[in-house]
């Protein structure tokens, strides 16, 4: 919810403190490892029961996973890679938080309500797979009332008051799991069924990736001419002709060849009908 609405917003807030640290050489992948590292520790913290320190060092944790987009994008190093890794360390993030929750509670007078944190690290798993999942498909599945934004303001005053951390997970888990319904609906909705055609998105889809793998195509193909690597169409055609012509010469020649090991010298080649041929028959 708060992806959709306030995203951009946030993005034009942050652009000059990403343009800053861009300028410092910092990278966008540092900051997504710093935020790990902060996250490690916050987990620890949860683990071991402070809370309320664990809470400060998990804020401090979101902030550098904040600022690598901006950074990325002031220093003209936004890459796939770059987004893959920052998708995959939100993943680890989430789970070492919500694994050190469960520790802790694991720890406490009743240690079943580990299980509790563990249903919301594995339904927010799902809505995480659900968007992944039908983008791979030339779908979206953005939004919903629980988006990661909500987890983590929730999580953090769920920590900020112990006595309601428990409610806060039963209020994660029950609109967690509403938005994975919600992000299952809405993909639904958009898959054709069997035997229905393909979407227009689809389509365009579809045509770009083959633009994209013949201009690849081309591309490779002209760098190993360039290296001399692989000959153009006209010298293929020129060295399949030769062979052709070579093949056929050999094949005459085999042809004539006489099939016993003597000499022939005097005669002379053969009509077809077993005579001798014009140039070497008697004159009378």
């Known amino acids: 919810m708060f992806d959709g ?17 861009g300028s410092r050489r910092l990278k966008a992948d540092h900051l997504t490892a710093l935020g790990l590292i902060l996250a490690a520790a916050a987990a620890v913290l949860v683990a071991s029961g402070h809370l309320l320190i664990g809470m400060f060092v998990f804020i401090l944790a979101a902030v550098p996973d904040l600022l690598d987009g901006a950074v990325a994008k002031a220093t003209g190093t936004a890459s796939v890679r770059g987004a893959f890794f920052d998708s995959v360390s939100d993943r680890v993030v989430d789970s070492l938080i919500l694994g050190g929750l469960a520790w802790h509670l ?32 030339g779908m979206t599945a953005k939004g919903g009332l629980m988006e990661r934004a909500e987890r983590v303001i929730v999580l953090c005053f769920g920590l900020l008051v112990p006595a309601l951390l428990v409610p806060v997970l039963w209020v994660m888990l029950g609109l967690t799991s509403l938005t994975a319904v919600q992000r299952f609906v809405k993909v639904w909705r958009q898959a054709p069924g069997p035997g229905a055609p393909p979407s227009l998105e689809q389509l365009r889809k579809e045509r770009a990736e083959l633009r994209a793998e013949r201009a690849a195509l081309r591309a490779e193909r002209a760098a190993l001419r360039a290296r001399g690597e692989m000959p153009s169409r006209w010298r293929e055609w020129r060295d399949a002709r030769e062979a052709e012509l070579l093949r056929r010469r ?4 085999r042809g004539f060849r006489p099939r016993s090991g003597r000499p022939t010298a005097g005669r002379g080649p053969r009509t077809p009908d077993g005579g001798a041929s014009r140039s070497t028959r008697a004159r009378p």
């Open 5 to 21: 609405r306030f995203r951009s917003a946030v993005e034009e807030g942050v652009a000059p403190v990403g343009t800053s640290l």
């Open 106 to 137: 694991a720890s406490g007078r009743h240690p079943h309500w580990a299980v509790l944190a563990l249903a919301v690290l594995g339904v927010s798993n799902l809505i995480s797979y659900e968007r992944a999942k039908a983008e791979s498909l």
């Open 250 to 253: 050999n094949d005459h020649d």
